[in-house]
């Protein structure tokens, strides 16, 4: 039997906007989501990203560095909008320049749109207007597939439209750093090594890889990381395109 690695576990990141790397697939849509909060005027931006390409973490990092410039800023869950829309969107009203982010909002839109529920969309975007605040709406297809009413369709279409691309192949090991850590678990340089090596070199793949980690992962143990590694990796090898054989 082969020597085992152990697993290194560490305090978790999960979407830390202190723990955010902004590779070059993003290094244009923050900026830009920046400027819009930024503006003395409403704005609505819908930023596309396939699954698993950091549109939440995105999201958390532009809350996070608005609110450390003094800037009111929030980040709602799909199924957070409803209740929050019914508890406190009359109580308390919105803050001048406020950001909102809807996480899942392609998904949120269907929803509200199936539930004539479509008010609750329009009534956020008219309130934001009134204090000249930003929306940003985080989705994995593109808006013109989202299947919505006419009224939500046409606020979708004035707003600004952008797309997450993936990082350059040099910043995948970084990337892949800051993935496990998010989810307590540290590898060594080797260890990531091993995955890039036999994962597909995107960062879908990559998190989808450390995924599997997690769920075959006996944590309580330090001994098995080798073989979780080893079964993760191997329970994908046969899911071409997505991994090289190496």
Not at 4 to 25: C, D, E, N, T
Not at 59 to 83: C, N, S, T
Not at 213 to 237: I, N
Request: net charge negative; hydrophobic share 35%; with cysteine.
């Amino acid at each position: 039997m082969g020597t085992q690695l152990p697993l290194q576990l560490v305090q978790p990141l999960r979407y830390s906007s202190s723990a955010y790397l902004v590779h070059r697939g993003v290094a244009d849509v923050v900026p830009s989501l920046v400027t819009l909060a930024y503006q003395r005027v409403f704005s609505l931006a819908y930023v596309q990203g396939a699954p698993k390409s950091g549109k939440t973490h995105t999201g958390v990092y532009l809350v996070g560095h608005l609110k450390e410039e003094r800037k009111p800023a929030r980040l709602l869950a799909r199924d957070e909008v409803a209740a929050w829309y019914e508890s406190e969107f009359r109580s308390q009203p919105l803050r001048q320049g406020e950001t909102i982010v809807l996480d899942d909002g392609d998904h949120l839109l269907e929803d509200l749109s199936r539930n004539n529920q479509s008010g609750i969309f329009m009534d956020l975007t008219e309130q934001l207007s009134q204090v000249d605040g930003t929306l940003v709406i985080l989705g994995s297809v593109c808006s013109e597939k989202i299947e919505c009413t006419k009224q939500i369709r046409s606020r979708l279409n004035s707003g600004l439209h952008l797309v997450l691309e993936g990082p350059a192949d040099a910043e995948l090991d970084p990337l892949l750093n800051l993935i496990t850590k998010q989810r307590g678990l540290q590898l060594s340089d080797s260890k990531r090594g091993y995955i890039l090596r036999r994962v597909s070199r995107t960062l879908p793949a990559l998190v989808e890889c450390v995924e599997k980690v997690e769920e075959t992962g006996d944590f309580s143990s330090a001994s098995t990381s080798f073989t979780v590694l080893a079964d993760a990796v191997s329970q994908e090898s046969d899911n071409l395109p997505l991994f090289d054989r190496k």
